[in-house]
């Protein structure tokens, strides 16, 4: 995407002013039309923002009144590129000027009308085709003197109205048509249509869908999955949710719980979740059928829930996976969870709701090898910097790579159940990921900022990142760490210099860079803890 947001022209200290404009863009999007780079407000602007655009893309722009120079005349133009997206500014471009009032802009002599008009002016207008009439009509407004004043008061209209539509939410809807019959297909035919009719149904050994026999919708569909002959629907959802509570569900094999998959551990307890899953009776007061809510507080506030996750010996050799529940689980937060946890102690999450995707830092050509079309990456500016994981931009089956490390699916197919694993990668990624760098930054500032000695500073981030303080070892690995990369970034001033600017949040003016990067090192390693980022 290229962005110009406003261009000005100025000579002897007086603003030249335009009028119009116009681009060879074959798919110009509406809301950056050429007006907008000349209409004075620093939100509007001309851009292309196509894939597959000509490469050769040109803004051409017509002064309000003609502009008389000589050959000691200077003039100043500002292009001012202010997008919010990153990368979306010119990186070589030409400026020129013509000496005439109504030619069509272009670097060929002789070209001053293009082909196209020619061809088509050579045509009576009854021949022309609608392609040929639109280049007729496009030369004509910017040819015609008579016609200026209509033409950039029609663009004015035009740019306002494309930003007042684009400002209106568009939902697609689709439309109901009428079903094509599914038959049996003889010796797999699809091409033969004498086969056996198939209505829509579900399995025969679950029942029959009451349609007082009509054809079967998919609202028949939906009212028998929460309907009181099904329990399948109740089951699943609840040994999903307490998957999501104890790193394994009643089943372990959460995307077949029939007679292929694990039989529950405890059977009587899934069964009652279910049941008080559909009809809350369990301390109901305010609850509904089907309260998500309500199964997650019954949940979250039982004993078993609420048990420490420490283990013994004896427990480690009769249920080594906790499937007797004896101990609370403990396991590595999910790949959307990591990132969020380090923003979090950082203090830099973002915890604004909805809206559209948003993009950390991402690897420069990480989408390279993705076509038809090309496609560029910009990482997001602000707060959408620091927003929830569950709102990163998703390529296809490109997530974001810090996601993919920690297990995180591609989506090529459904994932009922993530596996985790523990790689070397994922502690290089929490030490050198700019998100975790940045974060770790951050974090350093809030540490030194939090005053009182190196014990009460360190008692503080431990406490913020794992709940508890240090112990003497950790205490003292930390204080030596400390030491060693202050001494090192005070020979260094430049390497400081160089890691507490990785972000784009403010760095602290009052904080010395090298107290300020010698602290980071000692963030990055509190975050890069296990426990940071395991539920206990």
């Not at 013994?312 to 590595?332: K, M, V």
């Amino acid at each position: 995407m290229l962005f110009r947001s406003e261009l000005e022209v100025e000579t002897g200290g007086r603003k030249v002013p335009f009028v119009t404009g116009m681009s060879n863009l074959s798919n110009q999007a509406a809301e950056y039309l050429p007006a907008g780079a000349i209409d004075g407000d620093p939100k509007t602007g001309w851009a292309i923002n196509a894939y597959n655009e000509t490469s050769k893309a040109y803004l051409a722009l017509r002064f309000a009144s003609p502009l008389e120079t000589s050959a000691g005349s200077v003039l100043t133009v500002r292009i001012r590129q202010d997008s919010e997206v990153r990368r979306a500014t010119m990186g070589r471009f030409r400026l020129a000027l013509s000496a005439s009032d109504f030619s069509w802009p272009t670097a060929e002599k002789g070209k001053e009308i293009p082909d196209a008009v020619l061809r088509a002016l050579r045509l009576t207008e009854d021949k022309r085709n609608d392609a040929q009439k639109a280049a007729v009509a496009k030369h004509f407004q910017w040819a015609a003197p008579e016609a200026q004043a209509e033409v950039a008061d029609a663009a004015r209209w035009e740019q306002a109205a494309a930003l007042w539509e684009n400002a209106i939410p568009h939902v697609m809807v689709s439309e109901a048509v009428p079903p094509i019959d599914t038959r049996i297909l003889a010796r797999g035919n699809w091409m033969d249509e004498s086969g056996e009719i198939v209505p829509p149904a579900i399995p025969g050994f679950l029942g029959k869908l009451d349609t007082g026999g009509r054809r079967a919708t998919r609202l028949d569909l939906a009212n028998w999955l929460v309907g009181p002959n099904n329990p399948l629907t109740a089951r699943v959802t609840v040994n999903r949710v307490w998957r999501q509570f104890f790193g394994t569900g009643l089943s372990k094999v959460l995307d077949d719980l029939g007679s292929q998959g694990e039989w529950p551990t405890h059977p009587e307890l899934l069964d009652w979740l279910a049941a008080e899953f559909v009809q809350p009776a369990y301390q109901a007061q305010g609850a509904h059928a089907w309260d998500v809510k309500h199964l997650i507080r019954t949940i979250v506030t039982s004993r078993t829930y609420r048990q420490a996750s420490m283990s013994t010996a004896e427990l480690d050799e009769r249920d080594p996976d906790n499937r007797l529940l004896a101990r609370q689980s403990r396991f590595r937060v999910e790949a959307e969870v990591v990132r969020d946890i380090a923003l979090a102690v950082s203090g830099l999450l973002v915890e604004k709701f909805g809206g559209p995707s948003a993009k950390p830092y991402q690897p420069d050509g990480y989408l390279a090898t993705l076509n038809f079309p090309k496609r560029e990456y910009a990482a997001s500016r602000g707060d959408d910097l620091y927003r929830r994981g569950v709102y990163t931009f998703w390529q296809r089956s490109f997530l974001h790579p810090s996601l993919l490390t920690f297990d995180a699916p591609t989506r090529e197919e459904c994932t009922v159940n993530r596996v985790n694993s523990n790689t070397p990668l994922q502690a290089l990624e929490l030490l050198n990921d700019p998100i975790y760098v940045e974060a770790a930054r951050v974090f350093a500032q809030n540490i030194l900022s939090h005053g009182g000695d190196w014990n009460r500073r360190i008692d503080w981030a431990f406490q913020r990142a794992a709940g508890r303080t240090p112990m003497v070892e950790e205490r003292s690995a930390l204080s030596k760490l400390y030491s060693k990369n202050l001494a090192q970034f005070q020979r260094s001033p430049a390497d400081a210099r160089a890691l507490v600017h990785e972000g784009e949040f403010p760095v602290a003016a009052n904080l010395p860079a090298a107290e300020l990067a010698a602290m980071t090192t000692v963030a990055r390693a509190i975050l890069n803890m296990h426990e940071t980022i395991t539920r206990n």
